[in-house]
């Protein structure tokens, strides 16, 4: 299984986390919680998204340290 980017994995548990913590809006829990939480099962090679976001925060956390300068924005 290859990782996902790692910009990437953040975005979807930062977007993950920011949709939960919200609680929904007035008509009901936003409809892509569902989604993110199934990109995230898919792109950790797991079911559980409790698991899926430990795994996935693990594998950012050791994202700088994979490479020199990974975890430094690029130059625009």
């Known amino acids: 299984?290859?990782?996902?980017?790692p910009t990437v994995l953040r975005r979807?548990?930062?977007e993950?986390?920011?949709l939960t913590a919200a609680?929904?809006?007035p008509a009901g829990p936003d409809p892509r919680i569902g989604d993110l939480a199934y990109t995230l099962c898919v792109s950790t090679g797991t079911r559980d998204v409790r698991h899926a976001l430990a795994t996935a925060r693990g594998w950012l956390a050791t994202a700088g340290q994979?490479?020199?300068g990974a975890g430094t924005p690029a130059a625009v």
């Open 1 to 5: 299984m290859l990782k996902p980017h």
């Open 12 to 14: 979807l548990v930062e």
């Open 16 to 18: 993950y986390e920011t």
């Open 23 to 25: 609680g929904g809006g």
């Open 66 to 68: 994979d490479a020199p």
